[in-house]
């Protein structure tokens, strides 16, 4: 899932930058239960090793599913992660952080079974939308030209941890934002809306199928031509892929497509609207998570509808749980708990609290046993110990 930040020029470019916000991030340990409360309806270098200690908990086998199972979130620490970083990705096998460096800011990857640290091997230009599936990472280059301020000489490459090869995906104008998952890599390539170019972008999502090193075996193939994102202002856009399943959001109706949030099923290229007031969607493990009044979560098998949290916003999927912020708001102003609940809501944990408002903030990362995030420039990594 991506956000979209005041982008300038391009769309779906998150500035890098400090916040300026110097307020002190708490990361927390505290578990509670709760009842359930659902309804039933219709993330070519050179490899340097880090040793790295996780826990000190013990962990039993077999464990249980993270979520709803006896268990716990751990953090993992220290990871020896260059700092400060503005993004993570993650899955069960690795992280990648974008991290500020002397000369800008580099991509690094940390894989969790050998505590190595690898840096990635960036080109001359700049990079952005790095994502990740099982040890497979694919992130976009560009050149900025400052006097058009636009970016040139774009390509998606896909890196195979931990040493390659390189692999470039694609090379058109205008692409943001690459995702992997299960064979497939997609991306946005987007412009100024012919109808309404001051105040929205016109966004095309791409996608091509490729094989485990990231070579694409075809051409890349327009899945949806149309999707909508505001232009000014501090908006977001949101669009998501699974192994089955493409979600994105609609900020107008542009061509056949309304308000709202949609989905496709990747085998029929059939799109489903979920809602005209359904937002920020979530794809991960067969559940499909939003935010409509709350966080809400819909099983794309049977079509349960889960109620996860009427105060939260900004979810991630992953197989058994959700995460996202949820906002506090009492006397001494507005903050936010990172929150991790399974979604049959046995077991909610609180990870961390922060005074930036999501949409500030880099978007949590999931995979199906660990959960990442940065606050105030430092990653944090939380790994399932069931009991």
């Not at 779906?12 to 709760?34: F, K």
């Not at 039933?40 to 464990?63: I, Q």
């Not at 979130?73 to 500020?100: C, H, Y």
Request: aromatic share 12%; glycine share 8%.
């Amino acid at each position: 899932m991506i956000v979209v930040a005041a982008a300038v020029a391009v769309p779906l470019i998150v500035l890098r930058g400090d916040n300026g916000n110097t307020q002190t991030t708490t990361v927390l340990h505290t578990t509670s239960t709760a009842a359930p409360t659902t309804t039933l309806t219709a993330a070519a270098s050179t490899s340097t090793s880090t040793s790295t200690s996780a826990s000190t908990s013990t962990t039993v086998a077999p464990p249980g599913a993270p979520g709803d199972s006896p268990g716990e979130w751990v953090e993992l620490e220290p990871l020896a992660l260059p700092t400060p970083t503005w993004e993570a990705a993650v899955s069960d096998q690795a992280l990648l952080v974008d991290a500020k460096s002397d000369d800008g800011f580099d991509l690094w990857a940390y894989l969790f079974d050998t505590a190595m640290l690898i840096k990635m091997p960036i080109g001359p230009y700049d990079f952005f939308g790095a994502n990740i599936d099982g040890s497979l990472a694919v992130w976009c280059e560009g050149d900025f030209d400052e006097n058009l301020g636009e970016y040139n000489n774009q390509r998606i490459y896909a890196f195979r941890l931990p040493d390659g090869p390189k692999v470039e995906v694609a090379a058109r104008e205008a692409m943001s934002y690459p995702k992997v998952k299960d064979g497939w890599i997609t991306w946005v390539e987007g412009a100024p809306w012919e109808e309404n170019p001051d105040e929205y972008w016109r966004l095309r999502i791409y996608g091509v199928q490729v094989d485990p090193n990231g070579n694409p075996k075809g051409t890349p193939v327009e899945l949806v031509s149309s999707a909508a994102a505001f232009m000014l202002g501090d908006s977001v856009w949101t669009y998501d892929l699974s192994a089955t399943h493409l979600a994105w959001e609609q900020a107008t109706p542009v061509d056949v497509f309304d308000t709202g949030t949609y989905m496709m099923d990747l085998n029929t290229r059939q799109p489903l609207i979920i809602g005209n007031e359904v937002w920020r969607p979530s794809l991960g493990g067969g559940k499909l998570v939003y935010y409509g009044d709350g966080v809400k979560a819909t099983d794309l098998v049977t079509g349960r509808v889960y109620d996860i949290d009427p105060r939260g916003d900004f979810p991630t999927a992953a197989a058994t749980f959700v995460t996202y912020f949820r906002g506090i708001y009492d006397d001494d102003g507005s903050s936010y708990e990172i929150v991790a609940r399974g979604y049959e809501g046995l077991h909610e944990q609180v990870l961390a609290h922060q005074y930036d408002p999501p949409w500030f903030s880099p978007l949590i990362a999931a995979s199906d046993t660990h959960v990442a995030f940065v606050v105030d420039g430092v990653p944090h990594v939380f790994q399932w110990q069931g009991r």
